[in-house]
């Protein structure tokens, strides 16, 4: 009993003496492919060209830093996610819409004090989004749940943060598109890699 009583009190007297901070936050997301330079700067480049403006996106919510020992930090995270996906098939264009509340769990490391840090961690999505229809095609099913990971980095200056992330998948936004008149089917992944990137406050 005096084991367990001396272990909760070492970690109450470190999570009293964290520092925490909880911050706003809001993101333009573009989907993307690979993680590499390349790809993402020819993304952005795109959307800011107007040839990307149906894929652009967004999101907003509330980001929870904690201070853990040794510059390592523990960040949760919720959003809440709206973006669009465009492709071509069987004569039409499907316009989907993305409409999802995420979840990052995000472990990080202070590079320079808290001025600069990076982050890697697993993201729970629960899709939002009404079914679509398309001309003769009507949605059928989806994933409504999916997991993936974020990786990235922000910087803090003063109450002002900066962050740049991106985000794959580990599982997919499987959904049918299926033709109420002939019964073709289009099968559809809508969980894309995206790259984020934001600005945030301090409260």
Known sequence: MKKI?????????????????????????????SPSWQNIKGTVNQAIEGEGKNNAGFNVG??????????????PE????????????????????????DLPVLLGYNILGNTVGVFVGPVA?????????FNDFRENARDNFTVGYQF????EISKLILNAKYEGAFSKDSR?????FSGEEIRYDN???LFMVGIGYKF
Do not use: H, W
């Not at 272990?7 to 809001?26: V, Y």
């Not at 509330?62 to 960040?75: A, E, H, I, W, Y």
């Not at 049918?176 to 109420?180: D, T």
């Open 62 to 75: 509330l980001s929870l830093k904690v201070g853990l020992p040794t510059s390592f930090f523990l960040m």
């Open 78 to 101: 919720l959003y809440y996610t709206n973006f669009k996906n465009e492709f071509t098939a069987a004569n039409t264009t499907f316009d989907i819409k993305s409409s999802r509340l």
């Open 176 to 180: 049918n598109f299926i033709n109420r």
């Open 125 to 133: 999505s629960y899709n939002l989004a009404k079914e679509d229809t």
């Open 191 to 193: 969980r894309p890699n």
């Open 5 to 33: 009583l001396s272990i909760a009190l070492i970690g109450f007297s470190l999570f009293a003496s964290a520092q925490i901070s909880l911050a706003g936050k809001a993101n333009i997301i573009f989907p993307t492919g």
């Open 152 to 155: 990235g980095a922000q910087v």
